[in-house]
């Protein structure tokens, strides 16, 4: 079977609510990472007295990068619903 013919077949109700909760799943977790790279990019004077006093300022900086990017993919992820496709 083509990969052609394989996008044309309907898919079952077991694979769009697998699809579904993937893409949920996927949705959640972007915005959490992104949240949690704002929270180690934004000066919040209570968590950068607890974060500098234990690591260095540019690692704390790189790891909120970090997050950011690997939110963004997430939020991605989700949005293209690439899961059962083999390529």
Do not use: H
């Amino acid at each position: 079977m083509a990969l052609e013919e394989f996008e044309k077949e309907k898919m079952s109700n077991r694979d769009k609510g697998i699809i579904r909760m993937r893409s949920i799943t996927n949705y959640v977790m972007g915005i959490l990472l992104i949240a949690a790279g704002c929270l180690f990019l934004l000066p919040i004077p209570k968590v950068e007295d607890f974060l500098l006093k234990k690591y260095d300022a540019q690692l704390i900086k790189m790891f909120g990068i970090v997050c950011w990017i690997y939110g963004l993919f997430r939020i991605y992820r989700g949005y293209k619903k690439n899961y059962f496709r083999e390529s």
